[in-house]
C-alpha cells in the first residue's frame, strides 16, 4: 500500500507581490500558447527544443503583459 502526503500552503502577497505574480503568470501563459499555436500551425515540420529555447527571446515582451 502506498501512501501519498501532499501540503498545502496559503498565500498572501500585498498588491505589489499580487500584480507580479498575475503578470508572471500571464506571461507564461503567453509563451505556452504561442508555441502551441506555432506547434498545430507546423505540424509537418517539428522543431526541436533547442529551437524553441532560444525563441523567447525574440518575442517582443510588450506582449506578455
Known amino acids: ?14 498588491k505589489n507581490q499580487e500584480e507580479l505574480i498575475n503578470k508572471t503568470i500571464g506571461c507564461s ?7 502551441l499555436a506555432d506547434h498545430i500551425k507546423e505540424l509537418k515540420k517539428s522543431k526541436t527544443t533547442y529551437e524553441q529555447i532560444k525563441h523567447p527571446s525574440l518575442i ?6
Open 29 to 35: 501563459r503567453f509563451i505556452y500558447n504561442y508555441f
Open 1 to 14: 500500500m502506498k501512501i501519498l502526503k501532499g501540503y498545502v500552503f496559503r498565500l498572501y502577497p500585498n
Open 60 to 65: 517582443k515582451v510588450d506582449k506578455c503583459f
